[in-house]
């Protein structure tokens, strides 16, 4: 009894022709299996995009009314800014004419201080001529 036979060419070729059938056959296999899943994977796919899409479109909504908070808190700051330069305007203002009419009666009080001392020197100088 031989150990070891040595196969022929039409051996070798029956073989081969067998293993590519055999390969033919798993690929088929794997492609159906592939075909099966392939409307789940798809759907999977679409799912993830329109999850990815909701995200986004929530994202920007988010960042718009974002902006447009901040926006109209700078818009309120700066109002608010507005509104005291010109009350500290009015009370300049005021405090302004105020200090006006109070050099304006002090003035008043002078002049009429003066003329009334003028009056009295006049009343006493033809006082002074009469007695003469």
Request: no cysteine; glycine share 0%.
């Amino acid at each position: 009894m031989a150990l070891f036979k040595e196969k022929s060419f039409n051996d070798i070729m029956d073989e081969r022709a067998k293993a590519r059938a055999a390969m033919a056959e798993r690929a088929k296999k794997a492609a159906e299996a592939m075909k099966s899943t392939a409307a789940d994977r798809m759907a999977e796919r679409m799912k993830i995009v329109t999850e990815r899409a909701e995200r986004q479109a929530r994202k920007a909504t988010e960042k718009e009314a974002a902006r447009l908070a901040e926006e109209a808190r700078k818009e309120a700051g700066r109002k608010a800014a507005e509104e005291t330069r010109r009350k500290a305007e009015a009370d300049a203002k005021a405090a302004k004419e105020a200090k006006e009419a109070a050099e304006l009666r002090a003035m008043i009080e002078l002049l009429a201080e003066q003329k009334s001392r003028r009056d009295a020197r006049y009343a006493a100088r033809k006082d002074r001529h009469k007695k003469k």
